[in-house]
């Protein structure tokens, strides 16, 4: 899935960082608003769901233009266990921001609250009522957004090492170019 | 490239000091807004815990109001509710209800006549999914006005100082409202015959947009008939539950949703705060409770009636509560489902 692009294409490193901003919201707003009895609770609440929501459907789109564009290789000279750790970590965030919003979408639907996203705006139920299921998700939930943030955090540090250390490009692929053209 | 990183031999420490920073950073602003750092902040964990008796909690029970029994109905709406909110659920019709009498304690197991607060627990669903959950108590006022005034309740009247009480009462005035009621207020021997109050206020949003702020509450069709706490306890420490029972199998039992719409610049932040007697009020349908069942195989154990699940039509107002009570009513759910081993429904109970 590699290409001969030096760069993520435009749409995906849109993508990556409207995303980045949407996910690091979502991680804030989740700790944020379960410890706090405020009236910050309900409007933390009422943005989770939908941004959660919309953080689903865009990385499907963002899977897609994966499979259809892939991406640029990484240096040659990275050795195997950096380019190994590289690919799991790319695995693992595709993995969870496709199912930290189900989980959170079923957890809700096994605790028989209605899913409101706006307005009269809501989804159907996607797991039956069980307070034993409910309680598998509502963990799954909580664990797999810490194991989330704590990705992102190694993510970055990565990315920085790469950058500021090694200098080797590999920031350059997703570095956002603002109008700069792209054969630079 | 500007460098090759070859030719980069020795580490850079400045730069792999700022990464630490960067990484660091993100952290603990992850703990402070989790509120990991800061151990003073009122979270639904503490709120909640606040509620516990000295024993600890019921395992698999609500942490409050944990006493009760399911209850089938319908609520019929008149239509009239429809000039003050857009909701589904004033239009003229019949809507199914699933709801909960129950008593305002943490005790499954207490006895009736030793809990003085009896409460309501409500969802009616309309057509399109829509929900519309409240819980009520027979209360006219609720105790205190913030939620951080109930933890500071919640604190004292678990204290062991011996002035705790006084001195609360002495700092939060408004209590006395309450107390006066609990004390000369007549008790009834049945569900049936409480009226239940929302207490806090809520926005009717009309068709037009236009907010209203009201309150509401369910009246009782049947007379009630004063009892001594003294002879509600000789008829047995689950009276309550077994002459709903008995009462709803001989007929329906009927209770009118009445509105009452505030003036402007009444108390719509304070649920501690009664409006004065003459606000307009209106009649927007008719609660018919049709069938009682127990708690623990009913419908109505797994639904956390939560009050700030409103349907469209229908928003929270200044009131501090439905927030509170919200984040405080999941937290209870999220532990009593997680215990559910220690409440098992009879069916499965029986299997085993
Ligand atoms: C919520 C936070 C983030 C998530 C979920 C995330 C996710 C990803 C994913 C899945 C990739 C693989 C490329 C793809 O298929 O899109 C990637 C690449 C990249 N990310 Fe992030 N990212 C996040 C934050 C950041 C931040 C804050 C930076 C900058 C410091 C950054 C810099 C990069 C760079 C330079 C790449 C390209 C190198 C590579 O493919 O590994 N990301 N990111
Ligand atoms: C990328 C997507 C998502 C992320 C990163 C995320 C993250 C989080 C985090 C960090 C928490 C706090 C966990 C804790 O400390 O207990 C949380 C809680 C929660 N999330 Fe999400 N979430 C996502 C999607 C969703 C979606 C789509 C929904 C529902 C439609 C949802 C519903 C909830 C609920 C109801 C809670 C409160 C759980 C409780 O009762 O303790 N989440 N989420
Ligand atoms: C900050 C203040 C309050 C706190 C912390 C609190 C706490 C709780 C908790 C933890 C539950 C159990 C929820 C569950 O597991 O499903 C509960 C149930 C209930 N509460 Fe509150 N409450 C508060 C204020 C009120 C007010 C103002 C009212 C009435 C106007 C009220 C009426 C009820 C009723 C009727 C139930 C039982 C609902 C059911 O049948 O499930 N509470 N409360």
């Known amino acids: 899935m590699t290409t001969s692009r030096t760069r993520f294409t435009a749409p995906q490193r849109l993508l990556h960082w409207l995303m980045a901003i949407c996910i690091l919201s979502m991680l804030f707003i ?25 953080i689903l459907l865009l990385a499907i789109v963002r899977l897609a233009l994966r499979f259809i564009y892939g991406a640029p290789a990484l240096p040659p000279d990275l050795p ?50 069980s307070p034993a299921l409910h309680t598998l998700l509502w963990n799954a939930h909580k664990y797999l957004a810490f194991a989330f943030f704590a990705t992102i955090l190694m993510h970055i540090a990565a990315i920085l090492t790469h950058k500021l250390i090694r200098n080797d490009g590999i920031f350059e692929t997703m570095a956002p170019t603002f109008g700069k053209s792209e054969t630079k | 490239m500007v460098e090759s990183p070859a030719s980069r031999k020795s580490l850079p420490l400045g730069r792999l000091v700022l990464i630490a920073a960067v990484v660091a950073a993100g952290a603990i602003g992850f703990a402070y807004t989790a509120g990991w750092l800061s151990p003073h902040r009122l979270t639904p964990k503490k709120l909640v815990a606040g509620l516990a ?49 129950n008593l305002a304690t943490a005790d499954p197991n207490a006895k009736d006549a030793m809990v003085r607060v009896r409460g309501l627990g409500i969802r009616i669903t309309t057509p399109g999914g829509q929900e519309w959950r409240s819980a009520m108590i027979d209360a006219p006022v609720f105790p205190v006005s913030t939620p951080k005034d109930f933890y500071e309740l919640l604190t004292a009247s678990g204290s062991k100082d011996p002035n705790a009480m006084k001195n609360f009462i002495g700092a939060h005035p408004g209590f006395l409202a309450f107390a006066g009621w609990a004390k000369s207020a007549p008790w009834t021997s049945s569900y049936a015959e409480e009226r239940y109050n929302s207490l806090d206020s809520f926005l009717f949003v009309d068709e037009a947009g236009a907010k209203h702020a009201i309150r ?36 329906a039992q009927r209770w009118d949703l009445v ?11 304070d649920p501690n705060k009664a409006w004065p007697a003459d606000r307009r009020t209106v009649n927007v349908g008719t609660l018919i409770v049709e069938q009682i069942e127990p708690e623990r195989d009913g419908p109505c154990r797994d639904i956390n009636f939560d009050p700030a699940v409103l349907p469209e039509g229908i928003t929270t107002s200044d009131d501090p509560f439905p927030a509170a009570r919200s984040a405080a009513y999941s937290r209870s759910y999220n532990s009593r489902t997680a215990e559910e081993a220690a409440y098992p429904r009879t069916e499965t109970g029986a299997k085993q």
């Open chain 1, 80 to 129: 195997e266990p950096v380019k190994l750790a590289a690919w799991s970590s790319m695995v693992l965030f595709y993995l969870l921001m496709i199912a930290m919003p189900l989980i959170g979408w079923a957890m809700l639907s096994a605790a028989s609250y209605p899913v409101v996203l706006f307005g009269g705006v809501h989804l159907p139920p996607i797991a039956p009522v």
């Open chain 2, 216 to 251: 509401w509450s369910l009246m009782p069709s049947a007379l009630p008939v004063p009892i001594s706490p003294d002879d509600l306890a000789k008829r047995g420490p689950d009276y309550l539950e077994q002459e709903i029972t008995q009462r709803v199998a001989g007929s």
């Open chain 2, 259 to 269: 509105i009452t719409v505030a003036n402007p610049g009444d108390p719509t932040a």
């Open chain 1, 30 to 54: 989740g700790v944020g608003m379960v410890s706090t009895v405020t009236t910050k609770y309900l409007t933390l609440v009422q943005i989770h769901k939908p941004l959660g929501i919309a």
């Open chain 2, 53 to 101: 008796p000295p024993g600890g909690p019921a395992p698999g029970h609500r942490r409050n109001h944990a006493k009760g029994i399911c209850f089938t109905g319908t609520f019929e709406a008149n239509g009239d509710g429809s000039a003050l909110s857009k909701a589904r659920v004033f239009e003229r019709g019949r809507y199914p209800v699933v709801g909960r009498f």
